[in-house]
């Protein structure tokens, strides 16, 4: 397994947005979301990727990364990722999470990198999140990043937004 080098690192999408822009690959785009190559530790180039991750477990840093971008406070993020606010609060930023917290955020990055592709920029898709959707039976998107089946309805229908059907 490779490791990142500096000249090809990928960069915190919090800090350094326009940056975000130019990757036209999925996997680094879900990197630059959970927070840079330095926070995931690890290079994702595939879903088998992904899965290890998954098992090892993400830093809890990624949280505040991830919570920054929807917009949300840490309470609403440790609802979304069945955490208590203050087990979050008792780790480190290098503590590892479990593998149910790092699948969920690894889906929610896929819905953040899915936003930003189809709506243009973090703050559209970050308004769009808190804003009743009339497909979603006038509910706000950000409230059904909990589940897997929740995450994959707002992909959904950001994928009907990107083909031009009414949602």
Do not use: C
Request: aromatic share 8%; charged share 25%.
């Amino acid at each position: 397994m490779k490791n990142y080098s500096q000249g090809e690192s990928i960069k915190n999408i919090v800090k350094e947005p326009q940056h975000f822009y130019g990757l036209s690959n999925k996997y680094d785009r879900i990197t630059s979301i959970l927070g840079g190559s330095v926070a995931v530790s690890q290079p994702i180039n595939s879903d088998i990727d992904l899965i290890e991750i998954t098992r090892k477990g993400l830093p809890k840093s990624v949280i505040q990364t991830v919570s920054d971008i929807l917009g949300i406070s840490m309470e609403k993020m440790s609802q979304l990722i069945h955490v208590s606010h203050r087990t979050i609060q008792r780790k480190s930023d290098t503590d590892l999470l479990n593998v149910y917290s790092t699948e969920q955020i690894l889906e929610i990055a896929e819905v953040i990198s899915k936003g930003i592709e189809v709506l243009g920029s973090i703050s559209t898709f970050s308004d769009w999140l808190h804003t009743e959707v009339r497909h979603l039976d006038y509910k706000k998107p950000i409230d059904f990043l909990d589940t897997s089946f929740g995450t994959k309805l707002i992909k959904d229908t950001l994928g009907r937004i990107a083909y031009g059907v009414y949602s």
